[in-house]
């Protein structure tokens, strides 16, 4: 069954370094992956896709990569400032008839100390 | 310009009781969805519509109905509540084509059945 892992339950890090969040996938071909971030008591709010052929994409502080061999991205907040503390969740669609539909892993827990 | 907006934002019932969730969109999306977040276990999809008059089972569709009788509301219904469904519901809507957009989700409702 397809499958998403966010590793690290919980990222502390200081500010100005360097956040990196890892999202890995099983039995998946998808064409793209979002990212989202979710403040305590709100809905998840949109932040980047990257489609299957764009190895990397980037957004203001963010940059996300999307390494289809590996089943694997990587979340990347440059320069991080205590606002960008929240949960982080990254999503695929299915495929076939559940073309659409996005699975969402767990999300990882970024917190960033002043 | 709104979004999503979901009503009410909380609500308590006593088990057995029924209820309505609304959610309604005003960016004229084609897809809408409803996804249920717990502790551990993330977003799961409960059910979603690719358009008006259809509906879908996501992953976890039983003791739920749902209803898209127009474009911009989509209906989550609960005909006999159990303490499981305790949980934060959020309705999502995006265009039909997600390999350029993301999902807009609303700020959710937090459901206690007691």
């Known amino acids: 069954s397809q499958k998403i892992e966010q590793n690290s339950e919980a990222l502390n890090i200081q500010e100005g370094k360097t956040a990196t969040l890892t999202c890995n996938y099983t039995?998946?071909?998808?064409?793209?992956l979002q990212w989202y971030r979710q403040d305590p008591g709100r809905g998840p709010v949109f932040l980047l896709l990257i489609r299957e052929n764009e190895k990397e994409k980037r957004k203001e502080r963010l940059k996300v990569t999307f390494d289809t061999t590996l089943k694997q991205s990587l979340f990347h907040i440059t320069a991080s400032q205590p606002a960008d503390s929240a949960t982080y969740l990254c999503a695929l669609p299915g495929g076939g008839t559940s073309y659409g539909k996005l699975t969402f892993g767990q999300g990882t827990i970024l917190t960033v100390h002043p | 310009n709104a979004g999503v907006t979901q009503t009410p934002k909380f609500r308590v019932l006593k088990t057995g009781q029924s209820m309505t969730l609304l959610c309604a969109q005003d960016m004229n999306h084609e897809y809408m969805y409803w996804y249920r977040q717990d502790p551990g276990m993330g977003l799961r999809l409960i059910h979603y519509s690719v358009g008006e008059g259809t509906t879908a089972k996501g992953e976890v569709p039983d003791g739920y109905n749902v209803s898209r009788l127009k474009k911009q509301n989509f209906l989550l219904g609960l005909e006999s509540a159990a303490p499981s469904q305790t949980s934060v519901y959020f309705c999502?809507?995006?265009?039909?084509?997600?390999?350029?957009?993301?999902?807009?989700f609303g700020s959710g409702t937090r459901l206690t059945v007691v």
């Open positions: 039995n998946y071909s998808p064409a793209y």
């Open positions: 999502a809507s995006s265009y039909w084509s997600q390999g350029n957009y993301g999902y807009t």
